[in-house]
């Protein structure tokens, strides 16, 4: 194994990856080695990530709570700060199934091989993130992998017959990549059909879609769309995008919420979260539900870049393809002289073929940085 080997094929491939280390804190301009750079590349779609009242909250929650949480949840870790982040999350969804996780990552990897159990089957969309692969993975279930937001396509592959249960449909609902919708209604009302259950990763719709920025499968429930059984959609939700700061949770019926924390293994076998971070992520909760006016901005700023740039977009996720990862990175580094930072995506994030940029908005940005955006990538 010539490991030197591989980063050399690695860079003759343009695919090589490096830190760019972060000299500030995450506002709308960030120093960058030494360059102060508009970011256009964060998830802080809220643009909470450097706000005082969460650096205050966790400064007072790490006074009185100390700063690790020193075990696991179910050993000794899970402290009232946990606690009460769980019940803020459950106040903000409705909902009485509540989990928190260490992540995202750690959130999908443990729930969704539990829910099939080495029993069941999965049905997972072809752009759902590494995350939910790797569970998939994890799971040692059979896989069926369904086109990109394609009903037809899920029908097909259900109408098998069903030798396994449960059987498990996952979907991100606002795509990370493409900033695209999966078309939750038709999914959910195949979920019916066929009695399966539906997992709905909403790591990037939480905070800024939806009812009250509650996420896409809020909208379809006050549509009442669909008449799928609350206990049979999962739902999980990051704290690290929209609400800057870092864990995350699964929204379900409360037993399944119990037969996660007892089943997880990514629950069960990592340390809590220190006690203060989940005290921010409280707070963010908070500000985001009382401060409407930062999910307006954002999608006011989202309104004007894709008019800017003549397209449509339905999410703060602005795909601008650039194939080739030569070019991608080129592009990159031209943004970058323009005092720009938006990072170029390569494979395996996106097919190959499909390298962009991923010009993500915030709720931070102003206008004029929005239209001198624009302009730049007109130039490109
Ligand atoms: C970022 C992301 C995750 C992982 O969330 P983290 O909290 O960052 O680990 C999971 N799913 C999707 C779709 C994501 O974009």
Redesign the pocket.
């Known amino acids: 194994m010539n490991f030197d080997e591989i980063l050399k094929n690695l860079e003759a491939a343009h695919l090589r990856r490096r830190l760019q280390v972060v000299d500030s804190a995450q506002t709308a301009v960030i120093s960058l080695n030494g360059r102060q750079l508009v970011n256009f590349c964060s998830n802080n779609y809220l643009g909470l990530a450097a706000d005082p009242r969460l650096v205050e909250a966790a400064g007072e929650a790490a006074e009185r709570y100390g700063w690790g949480a020193g075990a696991a949840a179910l050993i000794s870790g899970h402290m009232s700060p946990h606690e009460t982040l769980q019940k803020t999350i459950g106040g903000f969804f409705g909902s009485d199934g509540v989990l928190l996780f260490n992540?995202?990552?750690h959130a999908?990897i443990g729930a969704i091989p539990t829910l099939v159990d080495r029993e069941g089957e999965i049905f997972s969309d072809v752009a759902n993130?590494a995350?939910?692969i790797d569970a998939c993975r994890l799971s040692k279930v059979p896989v069926s992998i369904y086109r990109h937001c394609d009903p037809n396509h899920l029908e097909e592959l259900l109408k098998r017959p069903a030798t396994r249960r449960p059987r498990l449909i996952i979907t991100?609902s606002l795509f990370?990549m493409d900033g695209d919708h999966a078309p939750l209604i038709e999914i959910a009302n195949l979920a019916e059909k066929y009695d399966a259950l539906l997992y709905i990763?909403e790591?990037?719709a939480f905070g800024t879609c939806g009812p009250d920025g509650r996420g896409l499968w809020e909208e379809v429930i006050q549509r009442k769309a669909m008449s799928l059984s609350a206990a049979h959609v999962i739902r999980m939700g990051?704290l690290?995008?929209a609400f800057a700061s870092f864990g995350?949770f699964v929204i379900s019926d409360p037993v399944i919420t119990e037969l996660l924390m007892n089943r997880a293994r990514s629950y069960i076998f990592t340390t809590a979260l220190p006690p203060a971070v989940a005290a921010a992520s409280a707070k963010a909760l908070e500000i985001a539900a009382k401060e409407p006016e930062r999910r307006e901005r954002l999608w006011r700023n989202v309104t004007l870049l894709t008019r800017l740039l003549d397209r449509e977009s339905a999410s703060p996720i602005i795909p601008f393809l650039c194939p080739g990862n030569d070019r991608v990175m080129q592009a990159t580094n031209d943004l970058i002289e323009a005092g720009f930072y938006v990072q170029g995506i390569r494979a395996p994030s996106v097919p190959e073929g499909q390298e962009r940029l991923r010009i993500t908005v915030s709720a931070h940005h102003t206008e004029e940085q929005v239209r001198a955006l624009a302009d730049a990538l007109k130039t490109l």
């Open positions: 992540s995202g990552y999908n993130h995350s939910i991100e990370s990763d790591a990037h990051t690290g995008k995350a």
